[in-house]
């Protein structure tokens, strides 16, 4: 496996794009649940915990980026075999191509279960999910500068959902947020903590970095998307804890989308129809990303086409969908893939990122040693 990649000039696109890309992988079905979940650890002060998610997210993309700095134009399957060798390097790389191939077809049932609760309950799971991933199939297969294309589309096509969040403060008690700071450090840390499957996919840009045209930009706009959604996630979860009461949001699975239920068009009594919908183009980016990478992964590993992996893990999730019976598997799956994001995503990269830094100083720090001898 080259540990560099150099990718034809035509697939390559602009570092503005990762603004994009970063926000539209993070806001995908986790942000409909969300608030709920950091509640139920940080209590009213969740919305805190979200924003010190956020900075924490922050802090973990320089090191990925200082990492990736380090190489021509290199991935991460490639970083493993530099740093650990081919063998125990493509044993990493194939658990992180198991992550995120999960973390694929972990969205896809969320929504397909979204879809089933809010507007089709007789929906049988299998119908959704051939139609999704046949569609993420076909855009997957036209290039990484088609997902991204996609992922631009989702940013524009939904950015009006944020607008019509607000309307339920109109209906909401500020007393709510008060005593601000009630609860302790350990609480906040855990709410941030409950994040990790809503803060999941900035991740993807130790696959992508390669397809960037000014790298030396990556991390500014790569900030700015992150800072996008890290303030979208705050004011989300800001808002339920201000509409909701406290044993109301405790009890509500997906607040963000029952806020919508409030909102009223002429002709039109449920939102909520209109929101659910619309909320594929939100997930559609995620599970085109992560298609990309586990398929690139595929390919790197195991050297063969690309089209092959895009197959061989389509169809495991499709098959996968049939398993999947209750609740209460959705849930388990679901906190499976967010401990092992939790690791993968925000853990590993700085662990991998200082091992790194390390190799790097010394080796440049033995040429030195051998020019001057």
Known sequence: MKVNLHPKEGLLFNAFMLVFIIHSIQVGVGLAGLPRVVYLEAKHDAWISVFLAGVITSFVLVFMIQMLKQYDSADLYGIHVDVFGKWAGNSLSFIYMIYMASTFFIILMNYVEIVQVWIFPTLPTWQLSLVLILLVIYAVYGGIRVVVGVAFLSVVGTVWLAVVLFVPLQFGDFTHLFPILNVNAKQLFKGAQSTTLSMLGFEII???YPFVKEKQ?????????????????????????????????????????????????PNLERFEFIAVSFWM???????????????????RILRKKQKWGIWVIAMAAFAAS????????????????????????????????????????????????????
């Not at 800072?227 to 044993?247: D, E, G, Q, R, Y």
């Open 206 to 208: 130790m696959f992508v």
């Open 217 to 265: 930009k990556a991390l500014f706009f790569l900030q700015i998307g992150n800072l996008i959604t890290t303030i979208t996630f705050t004011l989300a979860t800001l808002i339920s804890i201000v509409f909701f009461a406290s044993n109301s949001l405790e009890k509500t699975i997906w607040p963000v989308l029952s806020m919508f239920k409030i909102v009223r068009l």
């Open 281 to 299: 183009l939100i997930i559609l980016p995620n599970m085109c990303l992560y298609l990309w990478a586990a398929s690139k992964g595929f390919s």
């Open 322 to 373: 049939f398993f999947i019976k209750s609740r209460y598997q959705m849930n388990t799956m679901t906190d499976l893939v967010a401990k092992a994001g939790f690791y993968l995503a925000f853990c590993y990269p700085v662990i991998l990122a200082s091992i790194v830094l390390i190799k790097k100083r010394f080796k440049r720090k033995e040429s030195k040693h051998a020019e001057t001898s």
